[in-house]
C-alpha cells in the first residue's frame, strides 16, 4: 500500500510540470529600434490571472513579483468594468 501511494505521489510531481506550457519569445527590434532582450511568458488563454506579471503571481524565470492589476480585462478580479478609452 506504501508503495503504491509513493508510486502515485511520484507520477503527480512529474506530470505537474507538464501542465505548465510557457513561450519563449526571441528577441527582436521593436518600429523605434528598441532591442527587447529575448524572455518567457505564460501561454496564451482566456484569462489574464495566471500571467506572471499579475498581481501575486511569481515569474519562475526571474523571481519578480507580478504587480499588475489588469483593471481593464473583465477575467480580473479588479475588473473596473471599463474595457475601452478607460483612464
Do not use: H, W
Amino acid at each position: 500500500m506504501l508503495i503504491r501511494f509513493v508510486l502515485i505521489l511520484c507520477i503527480a510531481f512529474a506530470t505537474a510540470g507538464l501542465a505548465r506550457a510557457d513561450e519563449y519569445v526571441q528577441g527582436y527590434y521593436r518600429s523605434n529600434g528598441t532591442y527587447v532582450q529575448p524572455y518567457y511568458r505564460s501561454s496564451p488563454n482566456n484569462t489574464v490571472q495566471d500571467n506572471f506579471s499579475y498581481k501575486g503571481n511569481i515569474d519562475p524565470y526571474t523571481g519578480n513579483v507580478g504587480t499588475n492589476y489588469y483593471r481593464n480585462n473583465s477575467t480580473s478580479q479588479y475588473f473596473n468594468g471599463c474595457t475601452f478609452n478607460c483612464e
